[in-house]
């Protein structure tokens, strides 16, 4: 099993918070102290936003930076996640639930848009970046955030896995927006992970596929494995 777009599968991952919580975890910005979620709140203070929405916003921890870097800025938050929305609503964000293929707004309601590490997992991803394109605003921005081929790849060979090829990627992520935006602009960020022993390493494979956790081998100390992420910022 591997984590992809599998709308049962998705629904069973993002159920509660546990699997995520223990992915994010492990996650340390590039040698040069850079991280996707700083890129990605740079890029969009850049573009002024009065009207935000996120989606796929997990447990909200991004809207409420959000929020508190742009205090004028209305932004609305979702997810297809009940218990997601309900953790974003505790934070004191405006969340509700929502699918990306059928935003419950109007056209042009917004002048960015913002999907992080969500886009992998669309059941259909043109149709998602459609509604994205539908409501935000003629000249709004997106900005997305994905991991790429290369991301964990080491762990997951170790483990006995093979690399995760997913249908929005560093590689092939440009090209999908490209089909909605006139102009997509990308940023490639070399971010690590970090497992203090080989059980933190295990629990992160388990998170997704309990095959991998019983194949990694042993290995004594802490280990770092290089990620590959890209922010992509579309008008
Ligand atoms: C990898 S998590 C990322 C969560 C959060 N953006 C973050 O960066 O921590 C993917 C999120 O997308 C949500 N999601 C998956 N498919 C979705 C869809 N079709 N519409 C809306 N949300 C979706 C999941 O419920 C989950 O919260």
Do not use: K
């Not at 997106?142 to 929005?168: K, S, W």
């Not at 602009?185 to 390493?201: E, G, I, K, Y």
């Amino acid at each position: 099993m591997t984590l992809g777009n599998d709308p049962q599968m998705v629904r069973e991952q993002y159920a509660d918070e546990s699997r995520l919580t223990t992915r994010s975890s492990v996650w340390r910005p590039t040698v040069d102290g850079r991280t996707p979620q700083d890129v990605a709140a740079v890029a969009i203070a850049a573009a002024r936003p009065t009207h935000l929405l996120e989606v796929g916003c997990g447990t909200g921890a991004f809207a409420e930076r959000l929020i508190a870097e742009n205090p004028t800025c209305s932004i609305v938050a979702t997810d297809q996640s009940a218990r997601f929305v309900e953790l974003t609503a505790a934070r004191g964000v405006h969340a509700q639930v929502a699918d990306i293929m059928d935003l419950p707004f109007p056209d042009a309601s917004f002048d960015v848009v913002v999907a992080m590490w969500m886009l992998y997992h669309v059941p259909d991803l043109d149709r998602g970046v459609a509604e994205v394109r539908r409501v935000l605003r003629p000249g709004g921005t997106f900005v997305a955030v994905t991991n790429g081929d290369d991301h964990l790849a080491e762990l997951l060979i170790e483990a006995g896995g093979q690399p995760l090829v997913t249908q929005f990627s560093t590689e092939n992520g440009a090209a999908a927006l490209s089909r909605h935006f006139d102009d997509v602009h990308q940023t490639d960020l070399a971010t690590r992970a970090v497992f203090p022993d080989h059980a933190s390493a295990c629990a992160y494979l388990a998170t997704f596929d309990e095959s991998l956790a019983a194949n990694l081998p042993p290995f004594e100390g802490d280990r770092e494995y290089a990620g590959a992420t890209s922010v992509f910022v579309a008008r």
